[in-house]
């Protein structure tokens, strides 16, 4: 089955400590993305990656790191430094930037208490 | 950077009816692609326009890129049940860089 995966669903962790959201592709996609959804809001995108070894921050980068070291692969982690860090966090990717769809992953629920 | 409002936040539909939801920009888009969201799952990928003026149609949906290229707008007819989920539009810049609306939740009543 081709798509992308991401991991756990659900995710709960304690004030102060950093996690990592896992995202794996096998669609062979070049572009990578991670996006934050809030209860009733759109999505925000936090960083994206165009290539392997390269990534851009997007409009609420702070708090969040990345990392790209495979084409398949794009974590995200959300640092003790991101004040609400309780959201829905969705990676996506795309055969390359600009004017190409973007696939979801099902997303992880991650709650911060 | 280039940004997309959507109206209305929401819309309450009679099964049966028309409604239409909008997306507006100031500026001048080089796409328009439209995702719909069911509740608790993941945004899918429905449309993308890219001419001035473009009609698009999936069934019942019909998808349309203004002649200015500033706003879209997606009409959905006789709504079902199925149809029930948020709807987002999107829009990329050159550097690959996405910017999603807010988005329209739609609620169907039987």
């Known amino acids: 089955d081709g798509g992308i995966t991401q991991s756990p669903k659900y995710l709960f962790r304690k004030e102060g400590q950093n996690v990592t959201l896992s995202c794996e592709q096998n669609?062979?996609?070049?572009?990578m993305y991670w996006y934050r959804q809030d209860p009733g809001q759109g999505l925000r995108l936090i960083y994206y990656s165009q290539i392997v070894n390269d990534f851009q921050k997007g409009d609420i980068a702070e708090g969040y790191s990345v990392s790209r070291e495979k084409k398949e692969s794009f974590p995200l982690t959300v640092t003790s430094a991101q004040k609400n860090p309780t959201a829905f966090y969705l990676c996506?990717?795309?055969?390359?930037?600009?004017?190409?769809?973007?696939?979801f992953g099902p997303g992880t629920r991650l709650t911060v208490t | 950077g280039q940004q997309v409002m959507q109206i209305p936040q929401y819309q309450h539909v009679q099964e049966g009816e028309d409604f239409t939801t909008y997306c507006n920009s100031s500026?001048?888009?080089?796409?328009i692609q439209w995702y719909k969201q069911r509740p608790g799952g993941h945004p899918v990928f429905l449309i993308q326009?890219?001419?001035?003026?473009e009609v698009k149609k999936q069934k019942r949906l019909t998808f349309q890129f203004g002649e200015a290229k500033k706003n879209s707008s997606l009409h959905i007819t006789a709504t079902q049940t199925t149809d029930v989920g948020t709807y987002f539009c999107?829009?990329?810049?050159?550097?690959?860089?996405?910017?999603f609306g807010a988005g329209t939740q739609v609620v169907v009543t039987p």
């Open positions: 326009l890219v001419k001035s003026g």
């Open positions: 500026t001048t888009l080089s796409n």
């Open positions: 669609l062979n996609h070049d572009a």
């Open positions: 999107a829009t990329t810049d050159s550097w690959g860089k996405f910017q």
């Open positions: 996506a990717s795309s055969i390359g930037s600009a004017t190409y769809e973007q696939y």
